[in-house]
């Protein structure tokens, strides 16, 4: 007893402690889990154009369109495309200052340009700083500060949340398993007074989205500490301290003045006729490799290519897939799509939505019982008075 009364405790003062910022997170996560399936309906007019019967555009000339349109201050870093004939081309340019207290202070600039690849025209210039679901990404992985406040009180909360969970399952596991413990512990008594009915919605909603959430949860504490996503490598790799490749760099004896990338855009679309999209990372130094990471199926983060080009030549540098990775490597290419449900696609999204939206009640749930409970015990310290009178 006294050992459950301790668990309580402690499941009882950290939920409180970090319910605000995990319910934030949950509804957060909620609106983000289907973003790849609602901006092309929110934002369709600047994500697709209508197909021509010509040729698209070499990517360095609209590269140089994208540029121009934001000017040589702002310098653009990644591209990316889908691979349907109707899907125009998205450029990105982005800068961030670590030491930025909030949101907007972590971003110097982040703009996106959508292009119509077929003609050029610039269909429309985004400040993604203040796009919706920049925002709604930024509340749930930063709390809308900056990454070096906004990080930490993310992932302690996370870290909190992971405890509260298994505190919570073993709060709720019946000591005895009957037919009636069973229906008490398994079915919500939707009939109840408002009391009980807040009670078995804060026990069995958490029982029911208990793996998915603890699975989600772990997931994120990989991105949030070193210590999580070096022990998660160790642990994949067989208890072997793998080390990371060098990264490869492109030949500054060729002429700096030639760029490669149509050579290795091209070389990737040859390779890759049939893929979903394409995403291309620019170099940004002079001796920096052009990657470009092929999506084989919707964006999916696990089960793609990564293929490294020398900026000036065009040459491959290297070409890896998901199946050439270590075990640790593969481990955390899959976390973001085990993060999100997408490794099971659209089930599995529709699984992590419903999860998040239970979790996002716990908080809120919770915090009445344990009000309820906090109003209660003067009453019962005065009546405890009255009879020993």
Not at 145 to 174: A, I, R, T
Not at 229 to 254: C, M, W, Y
Not at 328 to 334: A, E, T
């Amino acid at each position: 007893m006294k050992i459950k009364k301790g668990i309580g405790f402690l499941h009882l003062w950290l939920g409180l402690v970090s319910g605000l910022f995990v319910f934030l997170i949950a509804v957060s996560g909620c609106l983000y889990v289907f973003v790849d399936e609602l901006k092309p309906i929110v934002y369709r007019e600047r994500l697709f154009v209508n197909p021509e019967n010509k040729e698209k555009l070499p990517l360095t000339q609209l590269l140089s369109i994208a540029q121009h349109t934001l000017g040589k201050d702002k310098i653009i870093t990644r591209i990316e495309m889908g691979n349907a004939p109707d899907r125009s081309v998205t450029f990105r340019s982005q800068k961030n200052n670590p030491d930025g207290l909030t949101h907007w202070d972590y971003f110097e600039y982040y703009y996106r340009v959508y292009i119509n690849p077929y003609s050029g025209k610039v269909i429309y210039v985004e400040d993604s700083e203040n796009e919706f679901f920049q925002l709604v990404l930024a509340l749930h992985m930063r709390m809308l500060f900056g990454e070096k406040v906004g990080h930490y009180v993310v992932g302690y909360s996370v870290l909190s949340f992971v405890v509260v969970l298994l505190s919570g399952f073993f709060l709720w596991f019946p000591r005895k398993w009957s037919a009636k413990s069973i229906r008490k512990n398994f079915t919500i008594k939707w009939g109840a007074k408002w009391k009980r009915l807040n009670y078995d919605l804060h026990q069995i909603l958490g029982l029911y989205a208990f793996f998915i959430l603890l699975l989600t949860s772990l997931t994120g504490l990989v991105w949030a500490f070193d210590w999580v996503q070096d022990t998660v490598r160790f642990v994949a790799n067989g208890g072997k301290h793998i080390e990371a490749p060098a990264l490869l760099v492109s030949d500054t004896l060729h002429s700096q003045a030639v760029s490669g990338l149509d050579k290795a855009f091209a070389t990737t679309v040859t390779r890759y006729p049939d893929a979903y999209a394409y995403l291309v990372l620019l170099p940004v130094k002079a001796t920096s490799a052009i990657n470009t990471l092929v999506y084989k199926k919707d964006w999916n983060r696990f089960d793609r290519v990564l293929i490294v080009y020398d900026r000036y030549s065009g040459k491959i540098l290297s070409s890896n897939s998901f199946q050439s990775l270590n075990n640790g490597d593969k481990v955390y290419q899959l976390n973001f799509d085990l993060h999100t449900g997408a490794y099971m696609g659209l089930f599995g999204k529709v699984l992590s939505f419903l999860a998040a939206l239970a979790c996002s009640t716990l908080p809120v749930t919770g915090f009445y019982i344990w009000w309820n409970k906090k109003k209660k015990s003067p009453v019962r310290s005065h009546e405890v008075r009255a009879k020993s009178f």
